[in-house]
């Protein structure tokens, strides 16, 4: 290696945004400002933002994990956690909602599904027609995943799927489901994946959770009994659900690490406004050091963390393995998210925790971030894990 060979190119790590990626976060922006102002109320209601996703589907933003080929615009994971922080840093219900369908279940079915499997679901999954589910989680099975119960057994053409999927994001709303279901004994490879539409006999929607936060959000059991899933609805091949599982879940981190990074972000705004506008009487702030200090490490962090974010989106996209760079970049986006809405809350005193600003929904919002597709404490295993690896 020659020091002249290095010296003798332009070197180049990219922090900046290309000029499309820009207007397309101030593209997403608008969407935002236009679309996402009732997420107070959505909230306060617990209210599917119905109307808020169909225009991000009318918009195109159900489809950025899609190839062109099958009606998507291809845009890949960077992109989309461009456009998943400006969205959740207005609404997390709608975010959560996006986040889910692009990257749990379209860049699934994308990778792993065949060519009629695809023209068969993409259509309605493009338009925003139908939504999209992960189900994973059951009652006894979610950070150790591969405890999970549900079973299909095979019965000639068809499989017979029996069991209930717990904490299921979009779960009363979504036409779709990707179901990991038990096909064999072995922990691993005796799972495998499968899509189930709503529509078929034995397909229920049971109980809805009552959550902290993402109250918009519908978090629900899916309990099926009996259900007939036809032998090519199972994706891939059978056992290799387990793989795939924690494949996708490596781009659906990174929509939460980008998620954690919006609702920092809208803390950050209030904490910014709250302190600019303590002025003396000659119009000089007096916010105080502390605060300040406070103010400037969580900028600093937003910006730092975002960074960790984008490396992993980038890997994705480059189709190279993200595990641990992903897994840094959800648990350090995460917890910053609730390190801001935090501060955000006692920097604004009862004001913060009244309810009378999003300070206080923020909090609870963030609080969820460090629980579903991996807690905390399972994203640094998983970056000891990757660190530890021989290599
Ligand atoms: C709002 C919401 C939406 C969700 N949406 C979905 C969805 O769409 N699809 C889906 O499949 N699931 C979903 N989930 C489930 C979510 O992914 C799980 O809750 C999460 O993986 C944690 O699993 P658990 O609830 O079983 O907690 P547990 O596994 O019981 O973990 C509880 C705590 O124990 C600790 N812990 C557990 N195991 C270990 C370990 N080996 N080492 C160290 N610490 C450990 C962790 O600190 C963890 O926080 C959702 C959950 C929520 C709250």
């Avoid at 900046?16 to 236009?34: H, K, M, N, T, W």
């Avoid at 005796?190 to 229920?204: C, D, N, Q």
């Avoid at 600093?300 to 963390?305: I, K, S, V």
């Amino acid at each position: 290696m020659s020091t002249t060979a290095v010296a003798n190119v332009p070197q180049v790590a990219d922090f900046v945004l290309s000029p499309e990626l820009i207007q397309f976060r101030d593209f997403v922006r608008g969407y935002a400002q236009q679309h996402l102002g009732g997420a107070a109320a959505y909230d306060a209601e617990v209210k599917f933002p119905r109307d808020a996703v169909q225009a991000a589907a009318q918009l195109g933003l159900l489809r950025t994990t899609v190839a062109k080929e099958h009606g998507g615009s291809a845009m890949g994971n960077l992109a989309s956690c461009v456009m998943l922080e400006e969205i959740n840093a207005v609404c997390v219900s709608t975010g959560v909602t996006i986040s889910v369908h692009n990257s749990l279940v379209n860049s699934l079915l994308g990778k792993w599904c065949n060519d009629a499997q695809k023209r068969r679901w993409f259509p309605k999954l493009v338009t925003g027609e139908w939504l999209g589910a992960y189900c994973l989680s059951e009652a006894f099975s979610g950070s150790d995943a591969a405890a999970l119960r549900c079973e299909a057994k095979r019965q000639g053409d068809h499989y017979v799927m029996n069991g209930a999927k717990l904490w299921i994001t979009t779960g009363s709303e979504a036409q779709l489901f990707v179901v990991f279901a038990r096909t064999g004994p072995d922990r691993i490879k005796g799972i495998s994946a499968f899509v189930v539409e709503k529509s078929w006999p034995g397909v229920g929607v049971g109980k809805k959770e009552r959550k902290l936060g993402l109250r918009g959000s519908p978090t629900t059991e899916i309990v099926l009994e009996n259900v007939v899933v036809p032998a090519d609805c199972l994706v891939a091949q059978e056992g290799q659900g387990f793989t795939i599982a924690l494949d996708t879940l490596d781009g659906g981190r990174l929509g939460i690490a980008s998620q954690s990074l919006g609702i920092a972000r809208a803390a950050i705004d209030l904490i910014k406004a709250h302190l600019a506008a303590q002025l003396d009487a000659k119009g000089r702030p007096t916010a105080t050091q502390p605060d300040q200090w406070q103010l400037a490490d969580l900028a600093a962090d937003l910006d730092a963390y975002r960074f960790l974010v984008w490396r992993a989106a980038i890997l994705r996209d480059q189709g190279v393995r993200c595990s641990t760079e992903a897994a840094m970049a959800k648990s350090c986006a995460s917890r910053l998210a609730n390190r801001a809405a935090r501060a955000a809350v006692s920097i604004l005193g009862p004001v913060g925790a009244s309810g009378q600003n999003a300070a206080e929904r923020l909090l609870r919002d963030a609080r969820i971030t460090e629980i579903y597709e991996g807690a905390t404490d399972i994203q640094r295993l998983v970056i000891a894990r990757g660190l530890l690896a021989p290599s």
